[in-house]
T-cell receptor, first 113, second 116 residues
Framework: DQQVKQNSPSLSVQEGRISILNCDYT??????FLWYKKYPAEGPTFLIS?????DKNEDGRFTVFLNKSAKHLSLHIVPSQPGDSAVYFC????????????FGKGTRLSVIA | EAQVTQNPRYLITVTGKKLTVTCSQN?????MSWYRQDPGLGLRQIYY???????DKGDVPEGYKVSRKEKRNFPLILESPSPNQTSLYFC???????????????FGSGTQLSVL
């Protein structure tokens, strides 16, 4: 049973527009969520995170929103740039550290110039 | 420079020939983990280690072994590789398993393994 779901395998957005990547989770014990970005031939790199005590975290062009009641989070990229084209992985864990980080399947974002 | 180093980057082998993929981190991290990435399946955890001499199975441990004899190294061993283990493998580490806003998982650059 998949605990972290990214239901859109791919997304295409025009440069300058908003990119919205979605993630759903099923385990109510998760209280810490992260987004990782992966370019081809490289390992994933940390992008942004949010803990369950917040509903929004912003870092420059990247904002993550958390809706705990819906067990849903989203990553907004505004404005999107061609360099944002990558695979984005949503991940979840709990602060206790008893649950290793669980990743979604990823969403491939293509930003078209 | 803080990093997670995997070797080799690319490996082609034949069924049944034992191989080891090395992983080393220079950040004195307690937690290390191995993942495989396959199309449509994302990142799946193979094994993880919370500290020296402590290892646990992840989601897909079959066909793999690991060891954690020292803090910095966490090799992945395939005793008898099979074609279904053809994949992109990532090693990762973090200071601890208790993640916080100051804590994150660092990944190596990956090892592309092909088993013929």
């Amino acid at each position: 049973d998949q605990q972290v779901k990214q239901n859109s395998p791919s997304l295409s957005v025009q440069e300058g527009r908003i990119s919205i990547l979605n993630c759903d989770y099923t385990n109510s014990m998760f209280d810490y969520f992260l987004w990782y970005k992966k370019y081809p031939a490289e390992g994933p790199t940390f992008l942004i995170s949010i803990s369950s005590i917040k509903d929004k975290n912003e870092d420059g062009r990247f904002t993550v929103f958390l809706n705990k009641s819906a067990k849903h989070l989203s990553l907004h990229i505004v404005p999107s740039q061609p360099g944002d084209s990558a695979v984005y992985f949503c991940a979840a864990s709990d602060f206790s550290g008893n649950t290793p980080l669980v990743f979604g399947k990823g969403t491939r974002l293509s930003v078209i110039a | 420079e803080a990093q997670v180093t995997q070797n080799p980057r690319y490996l082609i082998t034949v069924t049944g020939k034992k191989l080891t993929v090395t992983c080393s981190q220079n950040m004195n991290h307690e937690y290390m983990s191995w993942y495989r990435q396959d199309p449509g399946l994302g990142l799946r955890q193979i094994y993880y280690s919370m500290n020296v001499e402590v290892t646990d199975k992840g989601d897909v441990p079959e066909g793999y072994k690991v060891s954690r004899k020292e803090k910095r190294n966490f090799p992945l061993i395939l005793e008898s590789p099979s074609p279904n283990q053809t994949s992109l493998y990532f090693c990762a580490s973090s200071l601890s398993t208790v993640l916080s806003t100051n804590e994150k998982l660092f990944f190596g650059s990956g090892t592309q393994l092909s088993v013929l």
